[in-house]
């Protein structure tokens, strides 16, 4: 009797085993294709609003990076030929090679002190140093504003995109609760395909805003060296203003 009881439970336990090894066949392809065919309408909504924000500071930090390195490389020429001309006390000249390195910010900074003076009759007198000090500074914040261009696009990605894919766990959470209340079973099979919905958009959201937010600190660094180096620019461009009203 007992041994015929403990036969009864054997045979009980391997059909279960077999049962539940059969819902794990059942489970969702874990390749990107299979991943999307299993998801909900809600969890690729959440994908596609991930892959537009990837998609947005891959373009963003192409953007930034060409225009900061093209920023450096021409103000690496401009400052060496700019202050041999002023040192030369040629003007003109010196106008000239600024409007040749129209992406140099400090070309940028240096051309509006200098045509202010020059728009002032070239006389370094109190009154035209003022004025050129306040272009220089107009042109300061005008430039700032163009290297920070798009970086506020940066930080508001790498700060949202966690969220977002934090929202799709939550969806792919409850759509494996869904399955599980529909199928009676609670089987591996009956949750895969929320549980895959939560862990995808969760890694996605990873994955889009941690560049984004590297990204974001890296360029923030680099305006900030441009700022001090259009402050030195600005600072030399006075002093030699006031120079030559001392001649």
Do not use: C
């Amino acid at each position: 009797m007992i041994l015929a009881q403990l036969a009864h439970f054997a045979s009980h336990s391997v059909n279960s085993l077999a049962l539940f090894f059969q819902e794990g066949e059942q489970t969702v392809s874990f390749s990107p294709l299979g991943l999307w065919q299993h998801m909900g309408w809600l969890a690729r909504a959440v994908a596609i609003i991930l892959f537009i924000e990837s998609i947005w500071s891959l373009a963003v930090m192409i953007d930034r990076y060409l225009y900061f390195s093209a920023a450096r490389k021409q103000s690496r020429e401009f400052a060496p030929k700019v202050a041999g001309a002023l040192k030369d006390s040629k003007l003109e000249e010196a106008i000239k090679i600024a409007d040749r390195n129209k992406k140099s910010h400090l070309a940028e900074v240096v051309t509006a002190g200098l045509q202010e003076f020059r728009a002032s009759g070239g006389s370094a007198n109190e009154a035209t140093i003022e004025s050129s000090g306040r272009a220089l500074e107009r042109a300061e914040a005008i430039v700032h504003a163009k290297l920070k261009r798009g970086l506020s696009v940066l930080a508001t990605i790498g700060s949202t995109a966690p969220f977002v894919g934090l929202f799709g766990t939550v969806v792919g959470i409850l759509n494996a609760f869904q399955q599980i209340a529909t199928q009676k079973t609670s089987g591996i099979g009956a949750v895969a395909g929320g549980i895959s919905e939560a862990l995808v958009t969760t890694a996605f959201g990873l994955l889009v805003a941690i560049p984004a937010v590297m990204a974001f600190n890296y360029f923030t660094g680099r305006v900030e060296a441009f700022d001090v180096e259009m402050d030195n620019s600005s600072s030399e461009l006075i002093d030699y203003f006031i120079k030559q009203s001392r001649r």
